[in-house]
């Protein structure tokens, strides 16, 4: 398999492996994954103060609902529903998107090696199958992994994005030495 196809489908540079096969990010990688966390950060910060405000919302209609309500029953069924439940689902919800979007902010680095399999799941939607994990594609990756054959995907752990990936059978032995001359 071409190297070069890899890198250019995946957006990775040669110092991107090097970086993830040691179990870290190469600078380029750092500067970007922190970039996507602090949009994803705003982004989760702007979803989460519109849920606490149907929260809020929700509370407040439940509390002058169950205030006028004629009958004993009503109120109390009122204020348990509007007044407890739902203002606790939707700022859970909003506290549930803030802490993911935390969980980006020290990314892990992680890898799967293995038989790699191609899913179309139509409408130029594919995924790259490997040990059971999925990583979803922008585009057909025929020309550039080949389906059925082994590789080492360097992924992040809390996205499953794709950060470089190298072709086992000739990749291990070439690059196995490429790292022993670097070291």
Not at 30 to 41: D, G, Y
Not at 58 to 84: D, E, F, H, K, Y
Not at 112 to 130: F, P, R
């Amino acid at each position: 398999m071409d190297e070069r196809r890899l890198r250019k489908f995946f957006h990775f540079a040669e110092d991107d492996l090097l970086a993830n096969h040691r179990g870290g990010f190469s600078e380029d990688q750092k500067k970007r994954l922190s970039q996507e966390a602090k949009a994803e950060q705003a982004s989760a910060r702007s979803s989460a103060t519109i849920l606490f405000v149907i929260a809020a919302a929700g509370l407040a209609v439940g509390l002058t609902i169950g205030s006028i309500a004629p009958t004993l029953m009503g109120r109390v069924l009122m204020l348990l529903l509007m007044g407890i439940l739902w203002p606790s689902v939707w700022a859970g919800k909003g506290v549930q998107i803030i802490r993911a979007a935390n969980i980006l902010q020290k990314p892990h680095p992680c890898e799967v090696s293995g038989q790699v399999h191609i899913v179309h799941h139509g409408e130029g939607e594919y995924t790259l199958q490997v040990e059971g994990l999925e990583f979803d594609l922008d585009k057909n990756p025929s020309g550039a992994v080949m389906e059925g054959d082994e590789y080492t995907i360097y992924y992040v752990e809390a996205t499953e994005e794709i950060l470089s990936i190298e072709y086992l059978i000739r990749g291990n032995y070439r690059l196995s030495h490429a790292w022993n001359m670097r070291k």
